[in-house]
């Protein structure tokens, strides 16, 4: 879905691309500027759709700060549908501005892309946190026997001796105690490539275990998927204490940011609304 709609608003971009190029004094001459204008049918369309589509974003902290909506869904699959919106966002924001941002517009366009560009780095950081299938954090015990279920069903489909799978997956690095905010990332970075290394490591290893018949593919696979997620599961502990302070740095930044562009796309509209610079008021 994602996928269909990006692809369908970058193709709408590069079909209007002759006449967003153009100087504003063309544009007024253009038989295209009836329908590509901020004002215009299809650029006032695209502005009203992200209108929408940024009210719908304000239901995501609205069912994480509230028990009571539980009804609506998993706090995990409003996240995903959060982040699928939010990233079509520019997009459609381009359409409506005719590839013009000033004033009031242009503000809320700049906090806007802020907030995305923040967006992506708060879902790699709530990514990091071990959760439940509803969106609730683990408890330390929690990870702790997930990751002991984990190593017993890889030990079942290896055959290896768990012990030995544990010492194999230990992803311990060296002491940083509180390191900075980007030493943090870093870590957390340098940790998923890590894992990305040895995956590729033990999927050669594995294949032919020595004492043991030669995994077929999909075991092998399987396996391999165990032993990331269990992989992940010791880095995500590991670097848990820093992870939870980069997001309480995050949230910080994120939301009034998020608020500025309310407060601007609500000005737009209430001005675009008084004076009548719609085609269908």
Sequence with gaps: ?????????VAANIAGAPYYLLPMAERVRSPEHIWLRPAGYVGQSAGI???LIFAFLWLYPLRKKFRALSWMGAISKWLD????FALLLPLLLAIHAAWRFGGIIGLGFDAMMIVWASGIVGRYL????????????????????????????LAART????ATLERTLDGSTGADDRPGILRA?????????????????????WRQIPGRPR??????NEAVDLATREMALDQQVRLLQRTHRL????????????????????????VVVAVGATWFW
């Design 81 to 84: 549908v959060h982040i699928t």
């Design 185 to 205: 990332l870093g870590m957390m970075v340098a940790a998923d490539f890590s894992r990305w290394r040895m995956t590729r490591v033990l999927k050669k290893r």
């Design 159 to 162: 055959g290896l001796d768990p």
């Design 126 to 153: 709530y990514a990091r946190i071990p959760r439940s299938r509803s969106g609730l954090e683990l408890t330390l015990e929690e990870i702790a026997a997930d990751r002991r279920s984990l190593v017993t069903e």
């Design 1 to 9: 879905m994602l996928a269909g709609a990006a692809i369908l608003l």
């Design 49 to 51: 759709l992200a209108a």
């Design 215 to 220: 995994l077929d593919d999909r075991t092998l």
């Design 247 to 270: 997001f309480r740095y995050w949230h910080l930044l994120h939301r009034p940011i998020a608020l500025t562009a309310l407060v601007a796309v609500i000005i737009h509209i209430a």
